[in-house]
């Protein structure tokens, strides 16, 4: 979603989320008692193994005291993440900690506790030895409920047989298990459901078995568990990468990050999509992107800037890639001669990203192919620019015929992308020259006719994600173009007077960082790469 895009269409797809009735709520709140309940009772039931018969090695289990956990000293011991278990390890003493992601009991002498850290998971085994592990403590073992943290400490061996149900290929022997923090007997939602792919559940109803799906609502209601998917977690940390390289690339050009305001006196945008607010007695709105601030920069001599930071939009937008609040990348910069250095930028940073991505994220996008399964990005060295104009006429030739002066709708944006990949070999490519009637306030007009604009939108698998264009730089035009796009000039007095002072030809994009990843990594929903969504329906968690 960029920071730039002009008016969000308020129908297309449906999210499939509601808002929740009262007997939903209701049913919420029976669910959250019963919670509670069963939480007490599982204390109970704790307290009763704690104080069974004397145990010689009760201190090797048990909860630990709250008081201990209050940062009460410095142990010095070494801690190993669950990564770094490896058969190199072998017959070494670990000490982890992490959530019991499964547990498992085999008779009373046994019991197997899958231990999970950062999506990593190791089997950890429990069995009674004399002076070493007691019955006593594989029963506390086996009463802990799922996703409950826990530290343990154990030997290291290596199995004679693969393990499936763990990431590492090596086992702990427990010596030592202590709770650090119980998670309630019964979860809203299980983590195994909620990593479960469409393909899977899909196979199971094909061979007669119904397994558990979780749906949008449920996820985001339960946004704490769901993300501990492997899939999330690997969303999430390409998410990262997307910024971190973004934010490196531009500062090896030359690029300084600024943070500008997002309370602002009018409409940074034009339309009458703002949230709008009260300011001390004055009426303000929070920032549809941070385009004026970014190029009062310009005119202040940083001569190229970025931004990472939220962008707000109040449309009634419930479509698969809108939201109210987005995280935006923006760039803004200095033209010596060209709109088309703006899109060198574009071009030379997106195809690193793909690059990056591909390599330094290996795993977690295949977490995320292993739930929700896509093709990896097609895209060229050198990225594919089409004028507004050839688009126009490839979707002609298609037989689909639109207004040469009017936006691309989400079905025609698809369609062409897909026409590019037949006749391009690429689902990532440049569209600029745009009919100027369909650009905000702020565009600068072709030089040789002025129903086109210098501005440019950029495409993933057949979805927009970058707005761009050159900017006007002459205050007087600038006023001009605002009062015809109907946005009360003196709102904006300030950001026009910024122009009066001497401001060089400049231009710049905005592009959504949730829109990225989603398209990167052809996810359905939006929703998805927001990691507490605020959409038109939901303000919560």
Same mark, same amino acid.
């Given at each position: 979603?960029?920071?730039?895009?002009?008016?969000?269409?308020?129908?297309?797809?449906?999210?499939?989320?509601?808002?929740?009735?009262?007997?939903?709520?209701?049913?919420?709140?029976?669910?959250?008692?019963?919670?509670?309940?069963?939480?007490?009772?599982?204390?109970?039931?704790?307290?009763?193994?704690?104080?069974?018969?004397?145990?010689?090695? $009760?201190?090797?289990?048990?909860? #630990?005291?709250?008081? &201990?956990?209050?940062?009460? %000293? *410095?142990?010095?011991? +070494?801690?190993? @993440?669950?990564?770094?278990?490896?058969?190199?390890?072998?017959?070494?003493?670990?000490?982890?900690?992490?959530?019991?992601?499964?547990?498992?009991?085999?008779?009373?002498?046994?019991?197997?506790?899958?231990?999970?850290?950062?999506?990593?998971?190791?089997?950890?085994?429990?069995?009674?030895?004399?002076?070493?592990?007691?019955?006593?403590?594989?029963?506390?073992?086996?009463?802990?409920?799922?996703?409950?943290?826990?530290?343990?400490?154990?030997?290291?061996?290596?199995?004679?047989?693969?393990?499936?149900?763990?990431?590492?290929?090596?086992?702990?022997?427990?010596?030592?298990?202590?709770?650090?923090?119980? $998670?309630?007997?019964?979860?809203? #939602?299980?983590?195994? &459901?909620?990593?479960?792919? %469409? *393909?899977?559940?899909? +196979?199971?109803? @094909?061979?007669?078995?119904?397994?558990?799906?979780?749906?949008?609502?449920?996820?985001?209601?339960?946004?704490?568990?769901?993300?501990?998917?492997?899939?999330?977690?690997?969303?999430?940390?390409?998410?990262?990468?997307?910024?971190?390289?973004?934010?490196?690339?531009?500062?090896?050009?030359?690029?300084?990050?600024?943070?500008?305001?997002?309370?602002?006196?009018?409409?940074?945008?034009?339309?009458?999509?703002?949230?709008?607010?009260?300011?001390?007695?004055?009426?303000?709105?929070?920032?549809?992107?941070?385009?004026?601030?970014?190029?009062?920069?310009?005119?202040?001599?940083?001569?190229?800037?970025?931004?990472?930071?939220?962008?707000?939009?109040?449309?009634?937008?419930?479509?698969?890639?809108?939201?109210?609040?987005?995280?935006?990348?923006?760039?803004?910069?200095?033209?010596?001669?060209?709109?088309?250095?703006?899109?060198?930028?574009?071009?030379?940073?997106?195809?690193?990203?793909?690059?990056?991505?591909?390599?330094?994220?290996?795993?977690?996008?295949?977490?995320?192919?292993?739930?929700?399964?896509?093709?990896?990005?097609?895209?060229?060295?050198?990225?594919?620019?089409?004028?507004?104009?050839?688009?126009?006429?490839?979707?002609?030739?298609?037989?689909?015929?639109?207004?040469?002066?009017?936006?691309?709708?989400?079905?025609?944006?698809?369609?062409?992308?897909?026409?590019?990949?037949?006749?391009?070999?690429?689902?990532?490519?440049?569209?600029?020259?745009?009919?100027?009637?369909?650009?905000?306030?702020?565009?600068?007009?072709?030089?040789?006719?002025?129903?086109?604009?210098?501005?440019?939108?950029?495409?993933?698998?057949?979805?927009?994600?970058?707005?761009?264009?050159?900017?006007?730089?002459?205050?007087?035009?600038?006023?001009?173009?605002?009062?015809?796009?109907?946005?009360?000039?003196?709102?904006?007095?300030?950001?026009?007077?910024?122009?009066?002072?001497?401001?060089?030809?400049?231009?710049?994009?905005?592009?959504?960082?949730?829109?990225?990843?989603?398209?990167?990594?052809?996810?359905?929903?939006?929703?998805?790469?927001?990691?507490?969504?605020?959409?038109?329906?939901?303000?919560?968690?």
């Amino acid at each position: 979603m960029s920071s730039e895009e002009p008016s969000q269409s308020a129908a297309a797809e449906e999210t499939g989320e509601k808002k929740l009735s009262k007997k939903e709520l209701a049913k919420l709140e029976r669910q959250r008692k019963r919670q509670e309940a069963a939480a007490a009772s599982a204390t109970a039931a704790i307290a009763a193994i704690t104080v069974e018969a004397d145990d010689p090695l $009760a201190a090797n289990y048990g909860e #630990i005291p709250l008081n &201990d956990l209050q940062s009460k %000293e *410095v142990s010095g011991r +070494k801690w190993t @993440e669950v990564k770094d278990l490896t058969e190199q390890l072998k017959d070494n003493t670990v000490l982890i900690r992490g959530r019991a992601q499964a547990i498992r009991a085999v008779g009373k002498k046994m019991a197997f506790v899958v231990v999970r850290e950062r999506g990593f998971t190791v089997q950890c085994v429990l069995t009674v030895a004399q002076d070493v592990v007691s019955s006593q403590m594989v029963k506390f073992a086996t009463s802990l409920s799922r996703e409950s943290i826990v530290d343990i400490e154990g030997v290291v061996s290596v199995p004679s047989q693969p393990i499936t149900g763990a990431s590492q290929q090596v086992e702990i022997q427990v010596r030592k298990l202590y709770c650090v923090n119980r $998670a309630v007997p019964t979860l809203p #939602i299980i983590i195994e &459901d909620a990593a479960r792919s %469409e *393909v899977e559940i899909e +196979k199971a109803l @094909e061979a007669g078995e119904q397994l558990v799906r979780v749906n949008q609502d449920t996820r985001l209601n339960f946004r704490v568990l769901d993300m501990r998917t492997p899939a999330n977690q690997g969303i999430f940390r390409v998410q990262c990468q997307v910024e971190n390289i973004f934010r490196q690339f531009l500062l090896a050009e030359g690029f300084v990050g600024i943070h500008t305001p997002k309370l602002i006196a009018g409409s940074s945008e034009g339309g009458a999509a703002v949230f709008r607010l009260d300011y001390k007695g004055t009426p303000a709105c929070l920032a549809q992107s941070p385009q004026l601030h970014k190029q009062m920069s310009i005119c202040g001599d940083f001569s190229r800037v970025f931004e990472i930071g939220p962008v707000f939009r109040a449309e009634d937008s419930f479509t698969h890639r809108h939201l109210c609040e987005f995280t935006g990348l923006d760039v803004e910069m200095e033209i010596k001669e060209h709109y088309s250095e703006v899109m060198d930028i574009v071009d030379r940073l997106f195809v690193e990203m793909f690059d990056s991505l591909n390599e330094k994220c290996a795993k977690e996008l295949e977490a995320i192919n292993t739930q929700y399964p896509f093709e990896k990005l097609k895209y060229l060295r050198k990225t594919l620019r089409l004028t507004f104009e050839e688009g126009v006429q490839m979707l002609k030739e298609a037989g689909i015929e639109i207004d040469p002066f009017g936006d691309l709708n989400t079905e025609t944006e698809r369609k062409l992308g897909q026409l590019v990949l037949e006749k391009y070999g690429t689902e990532f490519y440049i569209l600029h020259r745009y009919p100027l009637a369909i650009r905000p306030f702020y565009t600068m007009p072709s030089h040789d006719n002025p129903k086109y604009s210098n501005s440019f939108d950029v495409f993933i698998r057949g979805e927009e994600i970058i707005s761009g264009a050159q900017r006007v730089h002459v205050p007087e035009f600038l006023t001009e173009r605002a009062q015809a796009c109907g946005i009360e000039v003196k709102t904006i007095s300030t950001y026009i007077d910024s122009f009066r002072y001497g401001a060089p030809p400049h231009g710049g994009f905005g592009v959504g960082l949730e829109r990225v990843v989603m398209l990167f990594c052809a996810l359905n929903n939006i929703r998805k790469t927001s990691l507490f969504p605020r959409d038109p329906q939901r303000i919560v968690p």
